[in-house]
T-cell receptor, first 116, second 108 residues
Framework: DAGVTQSPTHLIKTRGQHVTLRCSPISGHKSVSWYQQVLGQGPQFIFQYYEKEERGRGNFPDRFSARQFPNYSSELNVNALLLGDSALYLC???????????????FGEGSRLTVL | AQRVTQPEKLLSVFKGAPVELKCNYSYSGSPELFWYVQYSRQRLQLLLRHISRESIKGFTADLNKGETSFHLKKPFAQEEDSAMYYCALLQGAQKLVFGQGTRLTINP
């Protein structure tokens, strides 16, 4: 198993544009979470999805949205990009059942977004 | 609000010396705490969790509810321990709250 895979690995956008980031979880994992990591900070929770349903949302504006597909892959969308959205976006999958969480997340390598 | 604080951004010790990475938390309930590690050019990965009370790669961490701390310790540092270390708190069933991280450098 290749582990959690994310695409693209790097991308550059300009202010006001839209971006879509993609994530494929480890086979058998039904939960996907998204984290934003700004340089010099720890990862910050954005969303968690389980069985295609949103189970948790962090303190991010409505410009951020996500969804999970029947094959458990996920997309993170960010509209009207701001300079402050420049960050590493991490996807993580887990074997959580949706109501119980072991806290063990398997992270991808991330998508590094630069907004100019 | 739930918060995790790692007071040291950088920590440098010599090989063979003891290591302690500090982590303090604020949480109103019974906390579940973790240490994640990111080695150079590798993904962020779980190192250990307090609930399992295990030692991984010689590291241990004890939850001290009185001091609201979960410090990571190793008696004898090795060069391969050089990495970025994050303390994290499980909030609800959905999310991990991470600290800012500590970059540990082991000098030969």
């Amino acid at each position: 198993d290749a582990g959690v895979t994310q695409s693209p690995t790097h991308l550059i956008k300009t202010r006001g544009q839209h971006v879509t980031l993609r994530c494929s979880p480890i086979s058998g994992h039904k939960s996907v979470s998204w984290y934003q990591q700004v340089l010099g900070q720890g990862p910050q929770f954005i969303f968690q999805y389980y069985e295609k349903e949103e189970r948790g949302r962090g303190n991010f504006p409505d410009r951020f949205s996500a969804r999970q597909f029947p094959n458990y892959s996920s997309e993170l969308n960010v509209n009207a990009l701001l300079l402050g959205d420049s960050a590493l976006y991490l996807c993580a999958s887990s074997s959580t059942t949706g109501t119980e969480n072991t806290g063990e997340l398997f992270f991808g390598e991330g998508s590094r977004l630069t907004v100019l | 609000a739930q918060r995790v604080t790692q007071p040291e951004k950088l920590l440098s010790v010599f090989k063979g010396a003891p290591v302690e990475l500090k982590c303090n938390y604020s949480y109103s309930g019974s906390p579940e705490l973790f240490w994640y590690v990111q080695y150079s050019r590798q993904r962020l990965q779980l190192l250990l969790r307090h609930i399992s009370r295990e030692s991984i790669k010689g590291f241990t961490a004890d939850l001290n509810k009185g001091e609201t701390s979960f410090h990571l310790k190793k008696p004898f540092a090795q060069e391969e321990d050089s990495a970025m270390y994050y303390c994290a708190l499980l909030q609800g069933a959905q999310k991990l709250v991470f600290g800012q991280g500590t970059r540990l450098t082991i000098n030969p």
